[in-house]
C-alpha cells in the first residue's frame, strides 16, 4: 500500500517563551515538494516554531498537522562527543537503516573526518555532520534551525543542494534561517509578521 503524500501544517498556531507571546495566529500547510523559509531576528521566535512543529514544545493556541515522517536539525546534534566522527555517525546509520551511508559521509565532505573525536570538530564540520544525520533518516519532512550558522560559502551552498534535492524527491522542507536560502520555488514569510501587538506580548 503506498504512503499517503506528505504535508505539513501549522493552523492559528501562537507559541510563547515563559510569559511573553512571541507569535500568534500563524498558518501554513506545505505539500510535497515544497521548501518554505522563516526569516527572523535572533530571540523572535523562530527556534520555538521549529520545536513547535517537531512536537517538542506544546503551542499556546492553534494546531499542528502532518503526513509523514519528520528529521530535524538543531543546535544539538547527538553525536557521542568522545567517539570518532565514523563511529558516533555509525550508531544513527544502523538506527536509522541509513542507505549507503559511505555516500552520505562524501556528498557532505566527512570522509577525511571519520577518525576525528566529535568534540575536537569546528562548529561548521559538526553542522555538516548532523545534516548528514538527518539525510539518513529518509524522512519525507524536513525542520532545519540555522542550519547556515557557522558554514562557509561552500558549504551553505551545499545545505541548498541538499535541500533542492530533498523538495525535488517530493520531500517537503522549513527551514528557519536569518541567512538567506538559494532555492528556487521557494516560499518565505517573516515570524515578525505574526508577532502580537505590544499589549498583548
Known amino acids: 500500500m503506498q504512503a499517503p503524500p506528505p504535508f505539513l501544517a501549522a493552523d492559528n498556531l501562537a507559541c510563547r517563551r515563559g510569559e511573553r507571546l512571541l507569535f500568534k495566529r500563524l498558518s501554513f500547510r506545505l505539500?510535497?515538494?515544497a521548501a518554505c523559509h522563516v526569516t527572523g531576528a535572533n530571540g523572535a521566535g523562530k527556534t520555538t516554531l521549529i520545536r513547535a512543529l517537531?512536537?517538542?514544545?506544546?503551542?499556546?493556541a492553534?494546531?499542528?498537522?502532518?503526513?509523514?515522517?519528520?528529521?530535524?536539525?538543531?543546535?544539538?546534534?547527538?553525536?557521542?562527543?568522545?567517539l570518532p566522527l565514523g563511529k558516533a555517525l555509525a550508531f544513527w546509520f544502523g538506527l536509522d537503516g541509513a542507505q549507503e551511508p559511505?555516500?552520505?559521509?562524501?556528498?557532505?565532505?566527512?570522509?577525511?573526518?571519520a577518525e576525528v573525536p566529535v568534540r575536537y570538530l569546528s562548529t561548521g564540520q559538526k553542522k555538516r555532520a548532523a545534516l548528514a544525520r538527518m539525510v539518513?533518516?529518509?524522512?519525507?519532512?524536513?525542520?532545519?534551525?540555522?542550519?547556515?550558522?557557522g558554514l562557509d560559502t561552500a558549504s551553505q551552498g551545499l545545505v541548498s543542494a541538499l535541500?533542492?534535492?530533498?523538495?525535488?524527491?517530493?520531500?517537503?522542507?522549513?527551514?528557519?534561517?536569518?541567512?538567506p536560502l538559494d532555492l528556487p520555488a521557494?516560499?518565505?514569510?517573516?515570524?515578525?509578521?505574526?508577532?502580537?501587538?505590544?499589549?498583548e506580548a
Do not use: N
Request: hydrophobic residues 40%.
Open 31 to 33: 505539500e510535497a515538494g
Open 54 to 60: 517537531a512536537g517538542l514544545t506544546t503551542p499556546y
Open 62 to 82: 492553534g494546531e499542528v498537522r502532518r503526513e509523514g515522517g519528520l528529521a530535524l536539525l538543531e543546535e544539538r546534534s547527538g553525536l557521542d562527543p568522545d
Open 102 to 113: 559511505d555516500g552520505i559521509m562524501a556528498a557532505l565532505r566527512l570522509t577525511d573526518l
Open 136 to 149: 539518513s533518516q529518509r524522512a519525507p519532512v524536513w525542520l532545519l534551525d540555522e542550519p547556515l550558522s
Open 163 to 179: 535541500v533542492q534535492d530533498h523538495c525535488a524527491g517530493g520531500g517537503i522542507a522549513l527551514i528557519a534561517s536569518h541567512q
Open 186 to 199: 521557494m516560499t518565505s514569510f517573516a515570524i515578525e509578521d505574526h508577532a502580537p501587538a505590544e499589549e
